[in-house]
């Protein structure tokens, strides 16, 4: 069955159909959303990834592509490739959120177990984590830069850029503290607003750099097919685990859609257009500042501080602060505030899940991992997919080839259902979660295997998917 009411699931422990509902499984932000709430369509979804994408992280990824050695087409090649290819576990699992109107947090119990769901769901969280904080440093830097053009005087403190991130760390969490309906109207509003201004900037930079000629036409820095395939395969892998986080959950998101033709249609236009549109410009801005500056800069807050007009400057900083509280509140604080919540939903609500978020983002050292493009895309986005792409081939397999889509929707917030396993823990599925990460990072200890951290992603999926399948296979039938 695809639902059933909240009140149905709002005092436990309770019985209802043979299956027993427990408390210590359930609050409100966990229950299946009623069909009376699924109210979002095409248009929510586009807008949401369109607003989720364009952000500094994205432009980033472009940036430092170029810095690395690539010319913009196979930057920009590279970045829709790894979307197309991150699209297809995304929709995957959107499908029981839509079909279920059920969160993450739940959906991932029918594969580990309703009490074995919190492995993955806290691995996800903790690179959630670890994506708020790094929003959240963008966002304060952008706010520092802005002031340094509008009062320079008063910015020289060394505590303002220290004031500034906290300011914008508070403003997410009063973002999130107004719930879900907030975002979806924070995106329907700032989506087309933030594109606008996005191909302004594009076209401002450009006309002082002379045109897209000079921007573009710098070439390619390698000189061998295999020196370019060798930075290739582990940026591929980055670009898919740049939203390997979402891919996992996505059902927080489609849980509230009209239809599943609606979430797929809203993503599947939304996401690669929304990512390769905004990664040229980061790729043509970068490449501009050489023109004008004599160097690459990557990143955008530090290219805006050079910029002589504080009109522009200002009105950019504004366009990318909003950009970036999209982007953090949509894709970094919904989902681990569920997976939180998952923890105890009696003591932790989806609110105090958003306060953890933010506390444990900012012990993540953002400014650590944004030293430079080698530890942003090689080493943060390649690295924490080796945890995420065993938990999506996990996922995947669980629902399609063993499931069929078919859950029992009251087993999943019951301690007496087909979904209790072993104490609530399916060892199955840790076995498969082990298996997967361990191959993926063998790489970086076993240097000739070092191609399969390189592919991290795709490796821990496959590794993670089969052995999972043939586990299942040889299960003990539920009675």
């Not at 760390?169 to 924070?186: A, D, P, S, Y």
Request: aromatic share 12%; charged share 10%; hydrophobic share 50%.
């Amino acid at each position: 069955m695809a639902g059933g009411t909240e009140a149905q699931y709002r005092v436990g422990p309770v019985t209802a159909g043979g299956a027993h509902f427990d408390s210590s499984l359930y609050n409100s932000d966990l229950g299946p959303v009623e069909p009376s709430r699924r109210t979002w369509g095409v248009y929510n979804y586009a807008s949401l990834w369109v607003a989720m994408s364009v952000c500094i992280p994205t432009y980033m990824l472009a940036s430092g592509l170029i810095a690395g050695g690539m010319s913009w087409v196979q930057a920009i090649g590279t970045i829709f490739l790894g979307n197309l290819i991150v699209l297809v576990p995304m929709l995957l699992n959107a499908h029981a959120g839509a079909k279920y109107g059920i969160p993450f947090p739940v959906f991932v119990r029918a594969s580990f177990g309703v009490r074995g769901a919190n492995v993955p769901a806290l691995l996800r969280a903790i690179v959630a984590c670890g994506w708020f904080g790094i929003q959240t440093w963008i966002g304060g830097e952008a706010i520092y830069s802005m002031l340094r053009i509008l009062l320079p005087a008063q910015a020289n403190h060394p505590a303002v850029p220290w004031v500034c991130f906290f300011a914008f760390w508070l403003l997410n969490l009063i973002v999130i503290w107004n719930g879900i309906e907030t975002i979806r109207l924070l995106e329907g509003v700032a989506a087309p607003f933030m594109l606008a201004v996005g191909l302004l900037l594009l076209w401002w930079i450009v006309r002082k750099a002379g045109g897209l000629g000079p921007v573009l036409s710098s070439p390619s820095k390698f000189r061998t097919t295999g020196e370019f395939f060798r930075f290739f395969i582990p940026s591929l892998t980055g670009m898919v685990g740049f939203w390997a986080t979402v891919a996992l959950n996505i059902p927080d998101f489609t849980r509230y859609a009209k239809s599943q033709k609606a979430q797929m249609i809203g993503q599947a236009l939304g996401l690669p257009p929304a990512m390769t549109l905004y990664s040229f410009i980061g790729v043509a801005v970068t490449s501009a500042s050489v023109v004008l500056f004599g160097e690459a800069i990557w990143d955008p807050v530090v290219l805006l501080g050079r910029f002589q007009q504080p009109v522009v400057a200002s009105i950019a900083l504004v366009a990318l602060l909003i950009a970036t509280l999209n982007t953090n509140v949509a894709a970094n604080v919904v989902s681990p505030s569920n997976d939180f919540s998952n923890l105890n939903p009696r003591l932790i609500s989806f609110r105090t899940g958003g306060l953890i978020t933010g506390v444990a983002g900012l012990c993540m050292m953002p400014w650590k991992l944004l030293k430079d493009f080698n530890s942003y895309i090689f080493g943060w986005l390649v690295g924490y997919s080796a945890l995420l792409g065993p938990i999506a081939g996990i996922m995947i397999t669980d629902y399609f080839l063993v499931r069929k889509t078919d859950l029992d929707l009251p087993g999943l917030y019951s301690r007496e259902g087909m979904y209790q396993y072993r104490n609530g823990v399916n060892p199955r599925a840790l076995v498969a979660l082990a298996a997967g990460v361990a191959v993926a990072l063998c790489g970086l200890v076993i240097p000739p295997l070092r191609w399969l951290f390189d592919y991290a992603w795709f490796v821990g999926f496959l590794v993670a998917a089969l052995v999972y399948l043939l586990g299942m296979r040889h299960r003990p039938q539920a009675s």
